[in-house]
């Protein structure tokens, strides 16, 4: 298997572990470590030195932020197939053979994303609409669907999706040498789906995969700061939309909410 797995990690050191546990053997595996406190770097050398996997180990002293971090991984894997995990992930069965079998036979596919499980076993969202001005009008002031939250396709079988969250995402070096590196100016959140809309302007395609099931316990890295992990939120919001359109989509949402309530009360 010719696959390089960066994880990006801060503060879990437990869940890391477990996750490192559920890698497969062969692949390369690089963990960027942005200023854990927790004792992650002790952990890392113990596990190193009693599992000898490929495993190599980018120490950073502060928080770089993800896309920093990834692209720091990125630059020094050597796979393929470049598997971007988050650390509170934990693989099923088979889980990263389903998605480099696939990219393998799919000429154009640019990113491949998997199904992310609650850890009670039931579906988490794993895909996204990319989102925009006009989709916010048509849900929150005509009715339209949904567009702007996560879900996950119906059905057992592959799809073409617009964005996957970056919890699991496969990208083959061959893309990342034409689509480029990760947009640094995100400190967290939106990259992916600033990476899927380039990778889909560059003429490839974003899928989901339901066979490759990963278990995914969502926002680990920022349950201890929510504060901070809000304000990156917002300020990735506006990088992703623009200033404009952020302020724009952020009156179309709040006003549509505010109108939906006062009719409820009618």
Avoid at 102 to 114: I, N, S
Wanted: aromatic share 12%.
């Amino acid at each position: 298997m010719d696959l390089s797995i960066i994880i990006v990690s801060f503060n879990t050191k437990k869940l890391l572990k477990r996750c490192l546990e559920s890698l497969p053997a062969k692949a390369e595996v690089i963990v960027v470590d942005n200023g854990s406190t927790d004792g992650t770097l002790e952990m890392l050398k113990v596990f190193k030195d009693s599992k000898k996997k490929m495993l190599k180990v980018i120490e950073n002293k502060d928080n770089l932020g993800f896309a920093k971090a990834v692209n720091q991984g990125l630059k020094q894997a050597k796979g393929k197939y470049l598997l971007l995990l988050n650390s509170d992930i934990f693989a099923q069965k088979n889980a990263f053979e389903e998605l480099v079998d696939f990219a393998e036979k799919q000429p154009k596919v640019g990113v491949v994303g998997g199904a992310l499980l609650n850890p009670n076993g039931s579906s988490q969202g794993s895909c996204f609409y990319l989102p925009s001005l006009i989709r916010a009008i048509k849900e929150f002031w005509f009715n339209g669907p949904a567009t702007l939250n996560k879900y996950t396709p119906s059905g057992d079988q592959p799809v073409e999706v617009e964005a996957v969250m970056g919890a699991v995402f496969l990208i083959p070096k061959k893309v990342l040498k034409q689509v480029g590196f990760f947009n640094e100016n995100y400190f967290m959140y939106f990259e992916d789906l600033d990476y899927c809309r380039r990778v889909r302007k560059n003429g490839f395609k974003v899928y989901y995969l339901p066979e490759a099931k990963f278990i995914h316990e969502h926002g680990a890295s920022g349950r201890s700061i929510p504060g901070q992990t809000h304000r990156w939120l917002v300020e990735s919001s506006k990088i992703y939309h623009g200033l404009m359109k952020y302020y724009l989509i952020t009156a179309v949402i709040w006003l549509g909410q505010k109108c939906r309530k006062i009719l409820k009360k009618n």
